[in-house]
């Protein structure tokens, strides 16, 4: 066998079997499966729009568009004397736009929705109406609890005042018990042993209690401004009833309240 004779084993022989792998070819090979890929990605997001989606498509389409100057019923109104962008009616007190075109959705009867919502409207009402409510009460109750504790300490107030001008006139006893503080009356007591010694604290705690109305403390005043010419609030003393009248806007807080805080 001849050297210029290729031998069937030999490389030439094996490497004409496979492809060919020069680089310029490689490179042309990457871009077109490149290309494929991309147009077989590009065909699969394309996907056709079902009847429902066009009809919305086309919907909002014309609903967006305003009526042309070529349209048969523009050109009726415009021969009656409309003219674009003008209201309806012979005094233009009509509307400038269409009214809007609402779609039923859902497969509910024909006004149900529309009952839904008033139904839902009433019951925000009535949660509204019912807060207020509680909201008034609440206001209500907060003023009383103030306004008792105020008849409260004007009560106690009132009593130390009447039971210091009683004692600084001589006076023995007082008009009523609860015109004199708690712990005087007490004392009055154990002295003069009306009450005995195991007598039950709390049940006469209870006694005095009932004394702090403010009934009770508007008789405390009007003794204490009639006998004494003095004024619970003023903290004065008149020297005769004009001087008092003169000087002071009345007998009670109520009298009062541009003056106290």
């Known amino acids: 066998m001849s050297d210029s004779e290729d031998d069937y084993m030999s490389f ?102 529309s009952y839904i919502k008033e139904t839902y409207s009433k019951r925000q009402q009535l949660k509204i109406k019912n807060l207020q409510h509680f909201e008034t009460q609440f206001r209500l109750a907060n003023k009383e609890r103030k306004n008792l504790a105020q008849i409260r300490r004007d009560f106690f107030k009132a009593q130390k005042v009447c039971e210091e001008l009683d004692f600084r006139n001589k006076i023995k006893d007082p008009v009523q018990e609860f015109f004199w503080t708690k712990d005087t009356i007490k004392k009055r007591r154990k002295m003069e042993k009306e009450y005995p010694n195991d007598t039950d604290s709390s049940d006469e705690d209870d006694e005095f209690e009932q004394y702090v109305t403010e009934e009770n403390l508007f008789a405390i005043i009007d003794y204490i401004r009639n006998k004494y010419l003095y004024c619970l609030y003023c903290v004065i003393t008149g020297i005769d009833v004009e001087d008092l009248k003169e000087n002071c806007p009345g007998p009670y807080r109520m009298d009062h309240e541009d003056e106290i805080d």
């Open 12 to 113: 030439k022989v094996l490497a004409g079997g496979q492809d060919d792998m020069r680089p310029g070819l490689l490179v042309n090979r990457e871009k077109r499966k490149h290309e494929m890929f991309k147009k077989k990605l590009e065909s699969s997001n394309k996907r056709q729009k079902t009847l429902n989606e066009l009809e919305q498509e086309n919907r909002e389409k014309g609903l967006n568009t305003a009526i042309s100057s070529d349209n048969k019923g523009f050109r009726m109104l415009e021969k009656m004397g409309f003219k674009s962008g003008d209201s309806l009616g012979k005094t233009r007190p009509g509307l400038k736009e269409p009214i809007d075109i609402v779609l039923k959705q859902g497969t509910s009867g024909v006004g149900r929705e």
